[in-house]
Structure formats: C-alpha cells, structure tokens
C-alpha cells in the first residue's frame, strides 16, 4: 500500500534561518506531489505541484520554493524565513494519471513556528 | 474560476444528533468532488468522494450528493459521535489535472 511521509512534525525556526521541509511517498510511481499551506483557523492554499523529477509549479508567489530531487521526494524550502511563514505545511500525492477523479493524500502535516 | 463555499462553523452538536454541513461550489465542466477530514493536529484524510451527477460518495456513516442542478454536496450523518469532532473540508478537483480547491473548513464539536 501507499504510505506518505512528512518531517520533522513540528519545528520551530528564527526569522532569517533556512528552511527545508521533505516529504517521501512510497508504494506508488511517478506520483503528483503537492504542498500546500494551511494557516490557523483557515482552510488550504496550494503552494508548488510537480507532475515528475525536476518539474515543479508555483501558485503564488512568495519566500519559498519547492524541488524534487526524486521521483517520490518533494522538499520544500526557504533561504530566509519570514513571520508570515509560520503555519502548517501539508504534502500530498495523487496517482500520476491525469484524472481529475483521483483523490489526494496527505501527509501528517509540518508545523513551523517562526520567532 | 472554480471556487467551494462552505458553512461556517464551528458547528455544535450533542451526541447522536443530525449532522449537515452545506458545500455549495462554482466550477466550469463536471468536477469530482470530496470531503476531508482533519483531526487535531493531524494531515487531512480523504472521507468520501463523488465524481459525477447524483453520484452518492458514503464512508462511516457519513453521506454526500453530488447535486449539479444546486452545485451542491451536503455532508450528512445520521447520528454523530464524539469521536466525529473535526475539521471538515469540501474541495473539487477541475476538469483535466488534479488541482483541488478546498473550502475554509468547518469545525465539528459533538458533546456527550
């Protein structure tokens, strides 16, 4: 069966350090991979999708980026982290084919605290 | 663009009461359409799905209606239990490539 994996769980980071965030899926090939940003009390925003290695789509600017370095590896990371990133950072994946009917699955969730 | 309206919350309810939660969307095409489930501090886990007209998507107890003619799809339960508490989230995916718009969530409080 599938699993996906998200680390650390929790993380707390001064403003101006780096960030990277990793996600690894396993029992599936050639997945999609989202991260996605949910703020206290609100609902999701979809951060970066990638449909394979090196490709990588952004939804809104910001201070992050995405990468993935593998085919089940999708890191998310900052080279100087804002305030207004703290929040907490959801992975999930999607079977490959582009079909709409496929649901996605989500990680365990990071959460970032900056001070 | 597509977009999902959901009740606001929290919702509170006592144990083994009638649960609705209202999901209204706006989509071009026939979107699939789902609801999650987050528990505290946790990632969300998928509840059920519905992928065309008056498809009914069902999991422990819990029951949706895909209803194009009011672009809606209610969440309903029979007889809630405390173990029901959550955050609920309605979300489509589009036509094409899977990119799911979520609503803002509905917090579920059921009491003993």
């Known amino acids: 069966s599938q699993t996906i994996h998200q680390w650390p769980a929790t993380l707390v980071q001064p403003v101006g350090s780096p960030l990277s965030l990793e996600c690894t899926v396993e029992?599936?090939?050639?997945?999609?991979l989202y991260w996605y940003r949910q703020a206290a009390g609100r609902g999701l925003q979809l951060l970066f999708y990638?449909?394979?290695?090196?490709?990588i789509s952004s939804e809104v600017p910001q201070n992050l980026s995405a990468s993935r370095p593998q085919d089940r590896q999708f890191i998310l990371s900052s080279k100087k982290l804002l305030l207004s990133d703290s929040g907490f950072y959801l992975c999930a994946w999607s079977s490959g084919h582009s079909n709409s009917n496929q649901p996605q699955h989500f990680g365990d969730g990071t959460r970032l605290s900056i001070l | 663009g597509n977009s999902v309206t959901q009740m606001e919350g929290p919702v509170t309810l006592s144990e083994e009461a009638f649960l609705t939660i209202n999901c209204t969307y706006t989509a071009t095409g026939y979107p699939s359409l789902f609801w999650y489930v987050q528990y505290p501090g946790e990632g969300l886990q998928l509840l059920l799905k519905a992928t065309k007209a008056d498809d009914k998507g069902s999991n422990k107890g819990f029951e949706a209606t895909y209803r194009k003619e009011t672009t809606s799809f209610h969440l309903e339960k029979g007889s809630v239990q405390v173990s029901d508490s959550a955050v609920y989230f309605c979300a489509l995916s589009g036509t094409g490539f899977q990119k799911l718009v979520f609503g803002t969530g509905t917090r579920l409080l059921v009491s003993p």
């Open positions: 029992g599936t090939s050639n997945p999609n």
């Open positions: 990638s449909v394979g290695i090196g490709q």
